[in-house]
């Protein structure tokens, strides 16, 4: 087992967002979150990302306990996480927006280190180029269209190899040809023992990558099934129904 989240809890003031959320996902397995509008589907891809904390329940990642108090300590857990919002630096260019954190360095005369700036540029192109992209990596971030924006934030996901993949809307700003590209690159890293788990208000996206599919309404897992359960259209009206309150 990759990962599993058992009773999961997460409130804001009066608000609960997750209430005993427990589920479990596999190396090479792309799992589905659905859920309407403030179902809790961002807190919970949040808490795996070390942005919130749990205030209840227990996560492992390959049988052993971890507890994240912020980012950079699941990133070296092998979790990479794409934003709603992409959390960009506007001001910054594509390459170093996907080494953020985490920037090459040289050493000069073994005494001080210099960004390595031509290294970061040719490893962001390639990363941008496995998307599909001839994106200039040189290029500032507030400068670019949306569907550039998200595939910037994509390909700093992909470039330090995660074990786990939480995608958040990664789709939201891309042209269909975009989109459909980035659901065939999702279909070739789950080939690579990797785990993902994707948030999309895009059903056929869900249904296109997705092995298995977790609907989340007020906090809680509503229902779970394969997506070989039924058809595309069985499966989202079962969706729609529980977002309708039905």
């Given at each position: 087992?990759?990962?599993?989240?058992?009773?999961?809890?997460?409130?804001?003031?009066?608000?609960?967002?997750?209430?005993?959320?427990?589920?479990?996902?596999?190396?090479?397995?792309?799992?589905?979150?659905?859920?309407?509008?403030?179902?809790?589907?961002?807190?919970?891809?949040?808490?795996?990302?070390?942005?919130?904390?749990?205030?209840?329940?227990?996560?492992?990642?390959?049988?052993?306990?971890?507890?994240?108090?912020?980012?950079?300590?699941?990133?070296?857990?092998?979790?990479?996480?794409?934003?709603?919002?992409?959390?960009?630096?506007?001001?910054?260019?594509?390459?170093?927006?996907?080494?953020?954190?985490?920037?090459?360095?040289?050493?000069?005369?073994?005494?001080?280190?210099?960004?390595?700036?031509?290294?970061?540029?040719?490893?962001?192109?390639?990363?941008?180029?496995?998307?599909?992209?001839?994106?200039?990596?040189?290029?500032?971030?507030?400068?670019?269209?949306?569907?550039?924006?998200?595939l910037v934030a994509v390909a700093r996901a992909l470039q330090f190899n995660p074990t786990i993949?939480?995608?958040?809307?990664?789709?939201?700003?891309?042209?269909?040809?975009?989109?459909?590209?980035?659901?065939?690159?999702?279909?070739?890293?789950?080939?690579?023992?990797?785990?993902?788990?994707?948030?999309?208000?895009?059903?056929?996206?869900?249904?296109?990558?997705?092995?298995?599919?977790?609907?989340?309404?007020?906090?809680?897992?509503?229902?779970?099934?394969?997506?070989?359960?039924?058809?595309?259209?069985?499966?989202?009206?079962?969706?729609?129904?529980?977002?309708?309150?039905?």
């Amino acid at each position: 087992m990759l990962l599993k989240l058992s009773n999961i809890t997460k409130s804001f003031g009066a608000v609960s967002a997750l209430d005993g959320v427990s589920l479990e996902l596999n190396d090479k397995e792309c799992l589905g979150l659905l859920g309407d509008n403030g179902a809790g589907k961002s807190t919970l891809l949040k808490i795996l990302s070390g942005v919130y904390k749990a205030d209840s329940g227990k996560t492992y990642i390959n049988d052993k306990e971890v507890d994240f108090t912020d980012p950079l300590l699941a990133r070296e857990a092998g979790i990479e996480m794409i934003y709603q919002d992409l959390a960009l630096a506007d001001e910054l260019p594509a390459d170093a927006n996907i080494f953020l954190g985490r920037e090459q360095k040289n050493s000069l005369f073994g005494l001080f280190k210099t960004l390595d700036k031509n290294t970061m540029q040719d490893e962001a192109t390639k990363v941008l180029s496995t998307l599909g992209s001839e994106l200039d990596s040189s290029r500032l971030v507030n400068v670019m269209s949306g569907g550039e924006r998200q595939l910037v934030a994509v390909a700093r996901a992909l470039q330090f190899n995660p074990t786990i993949l939480l995608m958040d809307e990664p789709t939201a700003a891309l042209s269909a040809e975009k989109a459909s590209h980035l659901n065939n690159l999702i279909l070739s890293l789950k080939k690579k023992n990797l785990g993902i788990i994707l948030v999309s208000h895009r059903f056929s996206d869900i249904f296109a990558v997705c092995d298995r599919i977790v609907v989340l309404n007020g906090g809680k897992i509503a229902d779970e099934f394969l997506v070989t359960d039924g058809s595309f259209e069985e499966l989202s009206t079962r969706v729609l129904k529980i977002m309708a309150g039905k």
